[in-house]
Each structure stands twice: as C-alpha cells, then as structure tokens.
C-alpha cells in the first residue's frame, strides 16, 4: 500500500483538524500536535489542538444534540452503527494501516484492530433491541414493578496509544445505542488514527441526519483537556484506558462529583503452565501474548508461572521460540515482522529500565534484554526478552508496558494460583492444563482474581463478546460485550398502582 494513496481515502492532510462534533470539523486554535511514526520517525501529520473555547463549543453541541438522539428509538439508533459498521469494512485495509504506521504494531495486528471495531458494531446493533431490564412481582395488590434503562447523558471517553482505534469503537458504539453521545479525547500520541476515524464516518452520519454532537473528538494535551474535563458535571460517565497512576488521579476528581467511572487500567497478567498441559499449544499462546504487539497491549502476557517439573523443558522451548521471533523483528508492515518498534522513547527506556532492575534484584536475563538502538531507523526497536524472577521482586510486581515475560516456578497448583493472585493488578490470567480439577480449581472462586480467566488460551486477544476489564488496581471497570452496556445507562425502578387502594410495602399502616 502507498501512504499517500491510503492518506487520500482517509481525507487525511499534513495538517488535519482536531475538534470534531461528529461529520463536521471546526477550526480550533489550540497548539499543533505532530504525529510521528515510530517506525522511522518520520513526520506523519499534523492535527490542530482544541482550546479551551473549543472545548466549551463540542460540550454545548453534545448537550444539545442528547437531547434529540436520546429520544431516537434504539434500534434506529442501532441503524446508523450498522451503516458504520458497513463503511469500517470499507476502510479497514487503510486504516489497519494507519494504525500500523502511527503506532507500530504489525500489520495483522493492524487489521486485526480494525475487525474488533467492526465486530462491536455488529454486536451493538443487536444489542439496540436488547436493551431489557426485568419485570418484578410485586408484594401489594394490584401493583406492577420492572425496571428500565434510559440513556446516561455525556460520555466521556479517554483512550490509550495501544489500542487507538478498538477502544473508541467499544465505547462509542455501545453509548451510541444506548441513547448517550461522547466526548472522546484521543491519546495524543496517536491523533491521525482518531481524525480518521471521523472522517470515515462523517458520511453515515449526514446520510442518517445525526445530529451534530452526538460523536465528538478533540485533540489536545492535558493542560486543555485535563482535570478539568474529568471535573466536568455535565459528564455523568468517563471510560478511561491507561495506567493505574492515572486512573487513580482522575478516579479521585470524579470519585469527588460522585460522578461514574469505567476504568481499565494496567495488567500484570499471567499464565500458569501445569506439568499436565499440551506444551506445544502453550508456549504458542505465551510467545503470542509477551511479544504480540511489542508487549504493549493491556492484555499481554508478563509473568510465566511454570511447574517445576516441565520448568527447564518449557523455558528451553520458549528460549527456541525467542530466538526465531527476534530474527523478525523489524518494519512492521514487512509481512515477515513479528515484533514492531515500541512507540516512542519514553517506552524504550521504561524497557531498559525494568531489564536493570530485575537484575539488581536478583533476576537472570535468560534472553534479550537489549535496546536494538543503531540497527534500524529510530532506537524504537527492543529484543524481546525473557527474565527468570520471582514475584515479589518490586518490578515484578508493576506493570513494565515491554515485551518483557518473567518466568517463576511453582509446585502445587495452589501456589501456581497465589502467584497468579499475587500482585496489585487483576486484568487477565490463563491455565494451560488438560486436567479437569486445576482449570475448575482455576476458575473458582478460590482461583483467578482477574477479570478475565481462561483455559489453553493466552491472556491477550479477548474477543468483543466478553465484558472487558479488571479487577483491584485494574480498576473494576467493564466496557465491550456481554452486559457491559448496562454502565452506559441508568437503571430506574418502575412501581405502578392499578388499583384504588394505597397499601404500603412491609404492611406498614398509617393511617389518619
Ligand atoms: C488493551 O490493550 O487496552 O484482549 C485492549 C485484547 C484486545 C484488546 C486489548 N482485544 O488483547
């Protein structure tokens, strides 16, 4: 594919636009944030930052356009995700490209993002006719009781560089049906994949007369769009994908307005290797979720849990398995590449770091651990890297955004499942077993704390279908399938009187 062939049908310029009510994009006059690609360092393109005006103007065009989209009927809502769904399938190649080139992870992984996007819609347009709450009985005569969910109001929407384009789609697309409209802010690392995204779907939007408002985007950097857009009241819910120590900061502003939060937050997953396991399968599934998008992804795999008694046969395959994944390392879009450059200097050095400090603790690198810095054109590129560690070592016990995979041993199955337990995050686990007790036991409520447990399967690579999130310093936050879409809306208890008499609940009298 050709950059500038791909730029053409994104409507994409040197210098873009970065305040977007849906199809139409206002001047701004914030500061200019310029996107480089991680893959060369070249210069990419340019978005124009929102103000602080800007910011006041999208607010105003999201309230007034909820008050018309919330009366929609959902399933017309769903009608017009449908048609988005339909116009990502047209895009998908160019933008699973973009992606790439703005982020760096390997062009499968590229599409493989767009697809997610285009599944949530498929899921949400189904969900637009299932948004059912329950019918109670009532305990006095002649009283009806259900419940109902309306839509929310503002959504709020923060989203990470890892997964630029997915995470809006799970967000969005479920708040669209819901009845809600967002206000999305982009990780400023990766603007040009969001103001594709609008680009792309300006025309369903006008085709459908969706009100401006309803899908609104915004470049800009904290000190725009910062505390005080978590702050804002008018925001009743904010979704937000990044680190603990973030989510934790803006958690505590809006913990203040007692406003709602969907917060997904870092991961410190691990997977569980038994002695009675098909070996072959797992090491495939670990190669996948350590290396798989350069370690960056919330899901990717960063502590191997072994049994003792295939430790050294396992980690003699994995060193196999390394060697040949670091002779692809390299271009991304090259079909051969594995593992793509990290996306910026900031996470080399995050990478550097952890390796020394796992050292310094008593860790043995047992493969990579070097900053490829000359080899390629920018020093984005790493080995990826296996570290034999125990799990109380501090650096262990955070979570290193790198293709980094520590390796411990265990015995039992129950200290496999301590160790599995035993850090601060609880976003994804995995039990690679054929014996039927250790993946009940696993999946028990004495098993894997995490939000998602799985069974001869990795940690990454959730699909849309399942509810998407963690638990402790993950953040608690569900967003994606399942009945995710329940945060999006507010629940309201329905009680209705058919009859001419008042009674009171628990035969209460009060009479006068
Ligand atoms: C993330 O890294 O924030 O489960 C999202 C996965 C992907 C989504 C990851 N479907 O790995």
Redo the contacts with the bound molecule.
Sequence with gaps: MEKSKVFERLQLKELNPGVSTGAVWHESNGQITASYSPIDGSLIGKVQNASIDDYEMVMQKAQEAYKVWKSVPAPQRGEVVRQIGLALREYKEDLGYLVTLEMGKIYQEGLGEVQ?MIDICDFAVGQARLLNGYTMRSERPNHRMYDQYHPLGIVGLIT?F??PV??WAWNSMIAAIAGDVVVWKPSSKTPLTAVAIHNIIADVLRKNNVPEGVFNMMVAKSDVLGDNFVADRRIPLFSV?GSTAVGQHINEIIGRRLGRSIM?LGGNNAVIISNMSNLEMAIKSVVFGAVGTCGQ???STRRLIIHEDVYDEVVGKLKQAYASVSEKIGDPFEENTLVGPMIDETAVRNFANAVKKAQEEGGKVLFGGEVLANQFATPNYVVPTLIEAENHFEIVQEETFAPILYLMKYKTIEEAIELNNGVPQGLSSSIFTLNILESERFLSEGGSDCGIANVNIGT???EIGGAFGGEKDTGGGRESGSDAWKAYMRRQTNTINYGTDLPLAQGIKFGF
């Design positions: 997610e990470s890892n997964f997915a995470v994908t997904e992804r919330c899901t990454s690579g959730a």
